[in-house]
């Protein structure tokens, strides 16, 4: 019986292979499948990071709401960036089909980096909800992403590019919330003794949840860098790159 499992595993991974090899997958299409897997990754990773520490983070920005009204709070702070989705995810649709979908990725994966960051260095709870509101809408990534998974892919390799949304959409909402809520208020949950580093004491006491925010702002600004370094333009009638810098600023100037 243990062989003929044995047999039936070793069918199934030749199978597998013989599977992937039929996909006719390029050097440019693996670009295209990397890139986006981080891009996705990081932008997954981004909106589930907080719900471990945010019932926490509620009270120590609200101390003064009682333990009832918490869950209210907190819930106000979540919907947030789903409220910045809705408004921005039209804008940055546009905004890819006009100057490219590389462009959108790389600058929208810099200011989710950016807002989300921002959030761990909140100093009061309306703060939060603001900052909260600009990690979703500086996040377009997942339309765009689908966009070139869809262009890149054809009917031998669509059903495949498209199963790395899944897939690194999944690794993002485990690994967050897992990271996130490790790295969460280390005084408090760790009882770290900083007796001769009163600085760095000083500064986690007063920005406890800022560490998983650093760790979230920094898987996003390194897949902004996965996708300026391998991404391909996948838009085949876009505005010159110049004019996309420029309009980028503009917005980022007068915002």
Not at 36 to 56: E, G, K, N, Q, R
Not at 77 to 86: H, M, Y
Not at 91 to 120: E, H, Q, T
Not at 232 to 240: G, I, N, S
């Amino acid at each position: 019986a243990y062989l003929k499992m044995v047999h039936t595993r070793i069918k199934c991974i030749s199978w597998c292979g013989e599977k992937f090899h039929k996909l006719r997958i390029t050097k440019r299409l693996m670009k295209v499948y990397v890139a986006c897997f981080t891009s996705l990754f990081s932008s997954a990773y981004s909106i589930t990071m907080l719900f471990p520490f945010l019932p926490f983070m509620t009270r120590f920005l609200r101390p003064d709401i009682d333990e009832a009204s918490i869950s209210k709070y907190a819930g106000i702070v979540a919907a947030s960036l789903f409220a910045g989705r809705f408004v921005g995810s039209y804008i940055w649709g546009a905004l890819a089909d006009y100057i490219g979908r590389k462009p959108v990725m790389f600058v929208s994966g810099i200011l989710l980096g950016v807002a989300s960051i921002g959030f761990g260095f909140s100093i009061n709870y309306e703060m939060a909800i603001a900052l909260r509101f600009l990690v979703g809408i500086t996040n377009g990534i997942i339309g765009t992403g689908k966009a070139v998974l869809s262009e890149s892919s054809n009917d031998e390799n669509q059903a495949f590019g498209m199963s790395l949304l899944a897939c690194s959409w999944g690794l993002g909402l485990v690994i967050g919330p897992a990271l996130s809520g490790i790295s969460a208020d280390p005084l408090g949950q760790y009882n770290i003794s900083l007796a001769n580093d009163s600085s760095v004491r000083a500064f986690l006491a007063s920005y406890p949840y800022s560490p998983p925010c650093l760790i979230n702002g920094l898987v996003c600004f390194m897949a902004a860098g996965v996708v300026l370094w391998l991404l391909p333009e996948t838009l085949e009638k876009c505005v010159h790159v110049c004019v996309c810098v420029c309009v980028c600023v503009s917005v980022i100037v007068y915002a």
